[in-house]
């Protein structure tokens, strides 16, 4: 909390003595990241426009039905998603906008929409959460295809209806194939104990009810904080050589293109890429990575270059739709 506290007088200090432009100016921001993260980012934007930013926020796969729901009548001016499938659906079905070139040229091109109607802004890795007192880490799995292997019977926690299981599912897919993948999924539900999100996975495993889990890396970091270093029982691992259980998921914004302040939300998603927003995001207890060359992550990260991740391409990797019915095929939702 004083992290993001200190994220938002950052954007303060960052934006200059002063907005520009009028307070009632305003657009609509659908959110479906961390709604503590997107507050400091709103924090930051007004103070450096003097715009105004009406947040709604759910789940980003909730938001995105919602948004295709509403067609052309849709009040959103801005989306932010948590994963880049839920974007890649919504571009899919031709509601964004492209974005101009110089929102799209501060983020790599792998970062970003294919089309260039989205744009990332966040990055974290998929990763193992585990106990060390149940499981050496010589022991731990080479690729997470081995989770399906009848030694992990019991030992491994996964929550396949948070939003953030389906990409791992998709990289599963993309990188080995559909039949090899749901042989993986359908011994992965053999094995593993389920929980509604991946907040109560690393819960889980910190406290010894399971041996292991599959969440993303920010989730492990969050709850360290909380508990402080003697409150921490579990440690992080992430699967070498690029295997896609550690695939790099990217958290990106678009704008509607049914917006009516086109000009304002562009403005608000300039923002989020540039240096100032980076550094929000940096100062923040969110523990993503900046999507912007240049722009330290939180210390408590390892340099993501340092981290052995699988860059699956945003066009193989798709809207999801692939691995939510492979998941609901082996009966995990």
């Known amino acids: 909390m004083k992290r993001l506290i200190a994220a938002a007088a950052l954007a303060a200090t960052l934006a200059g003595c002063g907005g520009s432009g009028s307070s009632s100016r305003s657009i609509v921001l659908y959110n479906g990241q961390h709604l503590q993260l997107t507050q ?69 091109r792998a970062d970003e929409s294919p089309a260039g109607d989205w744009v990332g802004v966040a990055l974290r890795v998929s990763s193992l959460a585990y ?22 019977n019991g ?27 749901t042989a993986w999924l359908t011994g992965l539900k053999r094995n593993a104990q389920v929980y509604q999100d991946e907040e109560a996975v690393v819960a889980a495993v910190n406290r010894g009810s399971v041996a292991s889990g599959l969440i993303n890396q920010y989730y492990w970091y969050r709850l360290r904080l909380e508990t402080r270093a003697g409150g921490m029982h579990s440690a992080l691992y992430f699967f070498p050589g690029h295997d896609p259980g550690s695939i790099t998921n990217i958290s990106g914004a678009a704008v509607l293109a049914s917006s009516r302040h086109k000009d304002d939300a562009e403005r608000f998603v300039r923002f989020l890429v540039g240096a100032a927003g980076q550094k929000i995001l940096a100062a923040s207890d969110d523990f993503e990575y900046p999507a912007r060359p240049g722009i330290a992550a939180n210390p408590a990260l390892p340099p993501l270059d340092s981290v052995s991740h699988a860059a699956v391409p945003v066009r193989r990797l798709g809207d999801d739709d692939s691995a939510a019915k492979l998941i609901q095929k082996v009966g995990l939702t």
């Open 40 to 108: 400091a980012f709103i924090a930051g934007f007004k103070k450096a426009t003097g715009i105004s930013v009406q947040l709604r926020t759910n789940d980003s796969l909730v938001l995105a039905t919602q948004i295709l729901q509403e067609g052309g009548g849709s009040p959103a001016d801005v989306y932010l998603s948590e994963n880049s499938p839920e974007l890649e659906t919504l571009s899919k079905h031709g509601v964004l906008a492209r974005l101009p070139a110089s929102i799209l040229d501060q983020i790599p």
């Open 131 to 152: 106990d060390p007192s149940l499981l050496a880490r010589s022991s731990l799995p080479r690729s997470v295809l081995d989770l399906a292997q009848p030694r992990w």
């Open 155 to 181: 030992k491994v926690a996964i929550a396949p209806t948070d939003s953030d299981f389906p990409p791992v599912v998709g990289a599963v897919i993309t990188t080995y194939g559909m039949k090899a993948a």
